[in-house]
């Protein structure tokens, strides 16, 4: 079965102004293969705000920031959840589902968080500060996940530090978002020396040159940035904070320290705004094509599991951080 027409050309009407039309017709064909599986399969497609746009705008049936996937997963009716992201997101969305079927289209989509912690560090924390809860980003496996008090994800880790009530807490594994938290609260946080590969390359400097270049420019910036360049921005919030920061204030000119594709998802929806473009790609996000997309759905490729006790100690601490 393939779309009608009158859908492709709408379709691409969302993108043209980021997709030019001689790309067009290498999109299309897996377009159409992929809207027509997603019904015979039952399927839905989640999409992180760093996908790019013509998964993004053209097959996802859900887009967000980590929390609103985490969220939005919950309520998913399909059978077959494919989920176009990183590692991390998937097994969280089969933690939340656990009955479904979740697929990764590449099993190397990783993510340098991720791969900074393990659960046995976890326990050397813990052994370490005795007493003191840990907090971990969602952006770690099921086994740290499993090893935690509670997870956060940077739209809501103050709210999950301050939950906890207590003078101290751990938190887990990205530095510089456990510092950027630790500016907004009295909380001592205990942090972890894990970085995100994309967000530390910006620099205080860039933002310098940026503001030069473009005098008046909007600087949103992720708070996986270093502290000094956050110091140095506008606005720093999760990736859907900086799109409805966008939405609400509507810069004439903004630029986003943070991974290229979600200029392109954000601009598609705010033509009135000037978006300057560095760009830091996440090689990690960016192994989730049209194509791989496809060739999930059609050899239900790469079924997510986790082991049942692992499973069962992540997904209380990732239900904990959705009940704040
Ligand atoms: P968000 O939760 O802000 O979408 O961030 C996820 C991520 O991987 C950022 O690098
Ligand atoms: Fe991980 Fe950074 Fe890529 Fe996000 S952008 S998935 S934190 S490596």
Redesign the pocket.
């Known amino acids: 079965m393939s779309i009608s027409l009158s859908t492709a050309a709408s379709l691409y009407d969302r993108v043209r102004r980021v997709i030019p039309p001689i790309e067009w017709p290498a999109f299309s064909d897996d377009i159409d293969a992929i809207l027509a599986l997603k019904r015979e399969r039952n399927a839905v497609i989640l999409a992180h705000n ?1 996908q790019t746009p013509e998964i993004f705008h053209c097959v996802a049936d859900i887009v967000g920031d980590s929390l609103a996937l985490a969220r939005k997963a919950m309520t998913v009716d399909a059978q077959v959840i494919v989920l176009a992201g ?1 590692h991390f997101m998937a097994e969280t969305a089969k933690l939340l589902n656990p009955g479904k079927t979740v697929l990764i289209p590449d099993l190397g989509a990783g ?3 991720a791969d900074s912690i393990t659960a046995a560090d976890v326990r050397l924390m813990r052994q370490r500060y005795p007493g003191v809860p840990v907090v971990t980003y969602v ?1 770690t496996s099921a086994a740290v996940k499993a090893e935690s008090d509670i997870c956060c994800t940077s739209g809501n880790a103050l709210a999950i530090v301050e939950s906890l009530g207590t003078p101290r807490v751990i938190m887990l594994p990205d530095e510089y978002l456990a510092r950027n938290i630790a500016t907004q609260t009295k909380v001592e946080i205990i942090a972890w020396k894990g970085h ?4 530390e390359r910006f620099t205080p400097a860039d933002i310098r040159e940026l503001r030069e270049a473009h005098p008046g420019v909007t600087v949103l910036a992720h708070p ?1 940035c270093p502290p000094e360049v956050v110091a140095e921005a506008d606005f720093a919030g999760s990736t859907a904070a900086m799109s409805d920061y966008v939405g609400r204030h509507k810069p004439a000119r903004v630029v986003l320290m943070t ?1 290229c594709s979600m200029s392109d998802n954000v601009a598609i929806e705010h033509p009135e705004v000037d978006f300057v473009r560095p760009c830091n790609l ?1 090689p ?2 960016k192994r989730i094509t049209l194509a791989n997309i496809r060739a999930a759905l059609e050899e239900n490729r790469h079924v997510v599991t986790i082991d049942p006790d692992v499973a069962d100690r992540a997904r209380r601490a990732v239900e904990r951080m959705l009940a704040v």
């Open positions: 760093y990183v993510c340098s968080l952006n995100c590969e994309v967000h996986e991974e996440c990690h996000m």
